[in-house]
């Protein structure tokens, strides 16, 4: 398993998909082998995660560094050490120790996992030299119309892709849509594409009950956001706008609302547009806590704020599971047209407004902060289903058929 995201990584919930499919493939059979990155080259790290990784789980890490915080020369580095990303120095340490792997502990299949797109390479070059198979999960769309914005990485993404198309025997998405549309630019590899989307873990809630503790802010409701807010993916821009105009329109109510963001990574930009709306009364910005502690803060929260933008259409947030799984209500910025969207959908949410519309997203808040619309809970069945044994028994089934 090649995954730059493994505890102690923090502040990304994409630690979660190869730590939790480590955890629960034993019992289908699998022993999971892990290839990750050095601590260094992370920009965050917990000691919290790290605790749940079982002591008999063998993890290599290979030496690696970021681009932009190692090998920058006042603020500037070499474009030649961030193509497809930051962390390619990561490939040569562990191209060598996923061969030393493969040689002493003879693993009958390879998986490497995107959002680092480093670890596609990382995995292709694994599976040219050993001829092991190979299964490319790249989550969410690599290169796309417009991203990444710089054409030397865009074009090493679509290099990954079609190194992908050639050797790869599977790829895996979590979003329907995202697994059409590869089928349509790789129609030849269009059969060796499935779908197995994030989850939740039950275990990691066991223990946490925020039933049991106060409010986050007594007298007032709280819609908190748990997870970094992107300025694009997750542009916040109407969301502070549509309170500039609730400030006018609707005082009182405001004045109930708190908007909590937790472990932004953003803060400034929040900060930025929390200010020019006159906003710093009713805006929290709070850093990241330990994953148990996040979850006790989202069973608390009144209101579990997503933002997706249109530009994500074929993505699903990766934290949408666990909200699912608090059984808070849940309010969903997102395009209409969306996986996000029909995925809050078919879980029962009602509480939905384009991310883009300020009008739209203040007659929301408005509605649910003065009562007069009937809030729908997720259904029990949506956050049944997504669990990460449920995911990890669909991983299994792929590792089963590519490895005969």
Known sequence: ???????????????????????????????????TAHPRAYEQVAADLEKEIAPTLVVRR????????????????????????????????????????IDQL??????????IATAHVIGAELARRSGLPWIADFRDPMAQEGYPSDPRVHRAFVAIE?????????????????ARTYAGRYPQAASRMHVIENG?????????????????????????????????ERDPSQLFAALGLLRQRSPALLQRLRLRFR????????????????????????????YRDALDEMLRADALLVLQASNCNE???????????????????????????????????NLMAPLDSAQGIATLLEQLLSGSMAV???????????????????FATRLDAVAG
């Open 263 to 290: 472990g932004a990574v953003h803060e400034d930009l929040l900060r930025r547009l929390a200010s020019e709306q006159g906003l710093t009364n009713q805006v929290e910005i709070l850093p990241p806590i330990a």
């Open 376 to 394: 729908a809970l997720p259904t029990s069945a949506a956050f049944e289903a997504p669990s990460r044994r449920g995911r990890t028994a669909s």
């Open 162 to 178: 079609q190194a992908t198309a050639s050797c790869a025997a599977a790829w895996t998405f979590t979003s329907p849509s995202a």
């Open 62 to 101: 290979a030496q690696a560094w970021d681009s932009a915080r190692h090998f920058a020369v006042r603020g500037r580095y070499p474009r030649l050490l961030a193509c497809p990303d930051r962390w390619i120095s990561w490939k040569f340490d562990a191209v060598r120790s996923g061969m030393a792997m």
């Open 315 to 349: 993505q699903i947030p990766a934290k949408l599971y666990e909200y699912l799984r608090c059984g808070r209500p849940i309010v969903g910025l997102t395009d209409p047209a969306g996986d996000t969207a029909a995925a809050l959908a078919g879980a029962g949410v």
């Open 1 to 35: 398993m090649v995954a730059f995201h493994f505890p102690p990584l923090a502040g990304s919930s994409g630690v979660q998909r190869t730590m939790r499919f480590a955890q629960s493939l034993p019992e289908f059979g699998w022993e999971p082998l892990v290839l």
């Open 200 to 232: 939740y873990d039950e275990s990691s809630f066991s223990g946490v009950d925020g039933n049991a503790r106060p409010a986050l802010n007594e007298g007032a409701l709280t819609l908190l956001h748990s997870g970094i807010v992107y300025p694009s």
């Open 106 to 115: 003879r693993p009958a299949a390879l998986w490497s996992t995107y959002p």
